[in-house]
C-alpha cells in the first residue's frame, strides 16, 4: 500500500533538516507570461499542482527527478511548503447547520 505523501520521502528531509534550510520562494515562481501566472518550479515550466498531484499518487522523488531533469530534491521539498504555506493562511468558513 502507498505511504500517504511518501513519508519516507520526507522523514529524509526532515532527518537532513532540509525543510528547516529551504526557503521556498527561492525555488517557486509565479508569471502572467507563464502558464497563465500558475505557481511553477524556477525557470522551468513545471507548475507546483504536477508536482503534488504527482506526489499524493504515489510517484517516488526518484522518478520525478529522472522524468524532469530540471528539477532538484529542494523543488519537491519547495512545491510540498508552498502548499502547506498556501494551506496554513487560508481562512475556511463552515456553513452553519
Given at each position: 500500500?502507498r505511504?500517504?505523501?511518501t513519508?519516507?520521502?520526507?522523514?529524509k528531509?526532515?532527518?537532513?533538516?532540509?525543510?528547516m534550510t529551504?526557503?521556498?520562494?527561492?525555488?517557486?515562481?509565479?508569471d502572467?507570461?507563464?502558464?497563465?501566472?500558475?505557481p511553477?518550479?524556477?525557470?522551468?515550466?513545471?507548475?507546483?499542482d504536477?508536482?503534488?498531484?504527482?506526489?499524493?499518487?504515489?510517484d517516488?522523488?526518484?522518478?520525478?527527478?529522472?522524468?524532469?531533469?530540471?528539477?532538484?530534491?529542494?523543488d519537491i521539498?519547495?512545491?510540498l511548503?508552498?502548499?502547506a504555506?498556501?494551506?496554513?493562511?487560508?481562512?475556511?468558513?463552515s456553513?452553519?447547520s
Amino acid at each position: 500500500m502507498r505511504e500517504l505523501l511518501t513519508t519516507r520521502f520526507l522523514s529524509k528531509f526532515v532527518q537532513n533538516n532540509i525543510f528547516m534550510t529551504i526557503d521556498w520562494r527561492t525555488h517557486i515562481a509565479t508569471d502572467p507570461m507563464i502558464l497563465f501566472g500558475k505557481p511553477v518550479v524556477k525557470n522551468t515550466r513545471i507548475p507546483v499542482d504536477l508536482i503534488l498531484e504527482k506526489l499524493a499518487a504515489g510517484d517516488k522523488s526518484e522518478d520525478l527527478l529522472e522524468a524532469y531533469p530540471k528539477l532538484t530534491k529542494e523543488d519537491i521539498v519547495s512545491c510540498l511548503l508552498f502548499a502547506a504555506e498556501t494551506v496554513r493562511n487560508e481562512i475556511i468558513y463552515s456553513k452553519a447547520s
